[in-house]
């Protein structure tokens, strides 16, 4: 027999307290912004969405370096012209996801009369904005944490997603409520 | 092109899982009532999400590789090495959802906020404990498909574990905590 619940528990549960810590702390920050939130619950539906679309780019660029640095054709070098190229395509991925999935977000609120005081280009200003800052800082994650730990002789395909998903979570939330006081809609 | 392609393969992946994260935010639209009521609860929720995420993709990718090595496949399903991998996955979701409602009540109690710490702690556990049955058996019925297809679990597992994780968890939660208010 390969596998055993015991070794399964003991061999996630580390990463596993360490990433939920991490969550915790974003769920603070949510408890903080709760009353704006139920003021303007278009934002608290466009949470999970801004922390999945972040989290899977991240992940299929982790996935795509470490295929990579396997491979041979992506070097350990930042001026590496196949990581720059991935790097790019990642961003232009996330914009346009932004982009589509905060106008379908704004005309689902809007046919939930969810919507009070703020237009669809605000909105949509608002998610994208967050969105390109989120995707940069995720993706530049990413990049790191597929080096580092291929350089230590560490699997990225291992490390990659847990971090830039973790990661993620916390700076979406962040990100969103600095655009938003930036922007400024009255949140 | 290469970047034609790239963008060709993954946009309508991430766009698909991003409306599944729609569904799970539309819960969490649903859930204001509760949340202004049962303080504490709004801080549990990235923290579920992420668990279940964590939990059933591993399970997932454990699935995909115990089928490269020829351990199980469609005929050879429910064996040992099956039942210790759901097992695992069990009690790992019991014990990080323990950890998770005592970690939200006891960072709300330093921040001045006093949720009711035996309430939250059984919402989290309940929704952990139930999502976590649920989507085991999701991935069973998905591994099976994909086995008796002849696909590589690996492709499959992942994005559709991650898009049906956070719907499924966001609706445990609500009917957990929407149980849990009305008995205690």
Not at chain 1, 43 to 66: C, D, E, K, M, Q
Request: with cysteine; proline share 3%; aromatic share 8%.
């Amino acid at each position: 027999m390969i596998y055993s619940w015991k070794k399964i528990v003991k061999h996630s549960l580390p990463l596993l307290s360490v990433t939920i810590l991490i969550e915790i702390f974003a769920g603070q920050i949510l408890q903080g912004k709760q009353e704006s939130l139920l003021l303007f619950p278009v934002f608290l539906i466009s949470i999970p969405v801004i922390n999945s679309i972040s989290g899977n780019i991240g992940s299929v660029l982790g996935a795509r370096l470490a295929s990579g640095l396997h491979v041979g054709y992506i070097t350990l070098s930042l001026k590496n012209k196949e990581m720059h190229d991935n790097l790019l395509i990642s961003i232009l991925i996330g914009l346009i996801t932004y982009l589509i999935l905060a106008i379908v977000i704004y005309f689902l609120a809007l046919f939930g009369n969810l919507i009070e005081e703020i237009t669809l280009i605000e909105f949509v200003a608002i998610i994208v904005f967050t969105g390109f800052l989120l995707i940069c800082m995720v993706s530049f994650i990413s990049v790191l944490t597929a080096f580092i730990s291929f350089k230590r002789g560490l699997d990225p395909d291992d490390m990659v997603a847990p971090v830039v998903t973790t990661v993620g979570d916390v700076m979406g939330i962040i990100f969103l409520f600095s655009v938003i006081g930036l922007i400024g809609v009255g949140l | 092109m290469y970047a034609k392609e790239m963008v060709k393969q993954s946009l309508p992946l991430i766009i698909f899982c991003g409306l599944g994260a729609i569904v799970a935010g539309s819960t969490l639209g649903v859930m204001i009532d509760l949340l202004k009521e049962i303080p504490g609860l709004i801080v549990v929720v990235p923290a579920i999400i992420a668990l279940r995420g964590n939990i059933s993709t591993a399970f997932g990718s454990r699935l995909g590789s115990a089928y490269h090595l020829g351990i199980i496949n469609s005929e050879n399903l429910w064996n040992e090495e099956l039942k210790q991998n759901i097992m695992g996955s069990l009690i790992l979701s019991l014990f990080v959802s323990i950890i998770i409602g005592l970690l939200a009540y006891l960072t709300s109690f330093v921040l001045g906020v006093y949720p009711d710490p035996i309430k939250l702690i059984s919402i989290v556990l309940i929704a952990g404990v139930i999502s976590a049955v649920i989507l085991n058996l999701m991935t069973i019925v998905i591994i099976y498909l994909v086995f008796k297809r002849g696909y590589d679990p690996d492709n499959i597992t992942g994005p559709a574990l991650a898009t049906f994780g956070d719907i499924v968890t966001m609706v445990c939660l609500f009917g957990s905590a929407f149980l849990v208010e009305v008995v205690l």
